[in-house]
Each structure stands twice: as structure tokens, then as C-alpha cells.
């Protein structure tokens, strides 16, 4: 079992606001929309990678594994894990599959199972973090940042 390290996202420090929220616009017409966050090296096939993250809202969410080499993937969290209220946290473990990069990370309302002008979700900052291995850590910025 490998332990994280240092967090591979860039700019989950949210520029020293309290928390990034998301509310999907009435105007989705897909019913999706949400935050990027680019990771400061492109990881390999093979790799296991961890995330994790405090989200409360209204929304059924997607993570999607932003990939070249192939089609991206997806991690779908249900509206009954979050609340409203209280930051729930969220741990996602991945394996990059064979021939394929990972660039970055797209957290979003679920396509097709929410709703515009009610969905939204907030994470809490200094809590997002993606790192290398199996088991999550506190957070820390990437050291780009």
C-alpha cells in the first residue's frame, strides 16, 4: 500500500476564498456543469492515485478523470452522500488504465440527473487534494501554487 504525498492539483487553495461553489445555471440545457482543476504533471497508465475533498450541496456529482489517449472516465458520487448543510468528505480512489494520461479533474453536477437553477455544490478550501498512491492525506498545496 503506498501512502499520498504532495497534492498534484493546481489552484485548490481557491485564491484564499472560504470555499468554490458551483450552481448550475438555468441555461444548462445538458444538466451539467462545474469546476476544472489541472494537475501540475500529467500522470501515466498505471498509476493509482487518490482524492479527496469536503463538498456539501444539492446535486448528484461526477468526477471525470480528464485523459488523452483514449475516452475519459468517470467516478459518480450520489446526491444522498452530500448534504445541504454539513461538508461531507468525499475519498476516490483511480487507476489510470493502460494507454492513457491523466491531465486533470472535472467535478460536476451528474449529466442528465440534475437539475438547472436548483443543483449546486460547494468544496470547502484547503480540503481538495489529488496525490499518488492509495491512502488520501491532510491537504497541502501543490507546490506550484
Request: aromatic share 8%; hydrophobic share 40%.
Given at each position: 500500500m503506498q501512502v499520498g504525498g504532495r497534492n498534484l492539483?493546481?489552484?485548490t487553495s481557491f485564491d484564499g476564498e472560504i470555499s468554490k461553489i458551483y450552481n448550475l445555471p438555468l441555461s444548462a440545457?445538458?444538466?451539467?456543469?462545474?469546476?476544472?482543476?489541472?494537475?501540475?504533471?500529467?500522470?501515466?497508465?498505471?498509476?493509482?492515485?487518490?482524492?479527496?475533498?469536503?463538498?456539501?450541496?444539492?446535486?448528484?456529482?461526477?468526477?471525470?478523470w480528464i485523459m488523452t489517449g483514449g475516452n475519459n472516465a468517470q467516478t459518480v458520487i450520489s446526491k444522498s452522500q452530500i448534504s445541504a448543510t454539513n461538508?461531507?468528505?468525499?475519498?476516490?480512489?483511480?487507476?489510470?488504465?493502460?494507454?492513457?494520461?491523466?491531465?486533470s479533474v472535472f467535478i460536476c453536477t451528474a449529466y442528465g440527473n440534475s437539475t438547472p437553477g436548483t443543483d449546486w455544490f460547494e468544496i470547502k478550501t484547503q480540503t481538495l487534494k489529488l496525490e499518488v498512491g492509495q491512502?488520501?492525506?491532510?491537504w497541502t498545496p501543490a507546490p506550484e501554487d
Open positions: 492539483l493546481l489552484n440545457t445538458s444538466g451539467e456543469g462545474g469546476l476544472t482543476f489541472p494537475l501540475s504533471k500529467a500522470l501515466v497508465a498505471g498509476t493509482e492515485v487518490a482524492i479527496q475533498f469536503q463538498v456539501r450541496g444539492l446535486a448528484n456529482l461526477n468526477i471525470y461538508f461531507s468528505t468525499i475519498t476516490q480512489r483511480y487507476t489510470i488504465p493502460e494507454g492513457r494520461t491523466l491531465n491512502v488520501s492525506t491532510d
